[in-house]
């Protein structure tokens, strides 16, 4: 019983892994909640969709003067989210979540 749950998991999150991959057009907020609220890896007494939306409300509800300046919004929440899930379990979907960000950040505002 646990070797298929593994193998519909592995498929699960190659298939996340692929779709994110291939955006190449902008990433929108609903699509960065979708990924970031689904993260793989997170433990269950992580609250996701609290993270989630702290980039989303500081960061993807923004508007930016630039690339740089966004990318600098999603690592100023990474930075302030950090301390206080570094010791629930809860830093992968910090992380997970700033990439994400950076990824919205990268494909919404130009070089």
């Known amino acids: 019983m646990k070797r298929p749950l593994a193998l519909i998991l592995a498929t699960l999150a190659l298939t996340i892994g692929l779709a994110a991959c291939s955006i190449s057009r ?6 960065f909640r979708g990924f970031c609220y689904t993260s793989i890896g997170r433990r269950a007494s992580c609250d996701t969709i609290s993270i989630c939306n702290d980039f989303d409300t500081n960061v993807l509800s923004v508007k930016h003067a630039s690339r740089e300046a966004c990318v600098k ?17 809860c830093v992968p979907t910090v992380m997970m979540a700033n990439n994400w960000c950076a ?4 494909t919404n505002y130009p070089k």
């Open 26 to 31: 902008p990433l929108t907020d609903s699509e």
């Open 73 to 89: 919004a999603c690592q100023d929440v990474y930075n302030r989210l950090y301390v206080p899930n570094e010791f629930d379990g």
């Open 103 to 106: 990824k919205y950040c990268n």
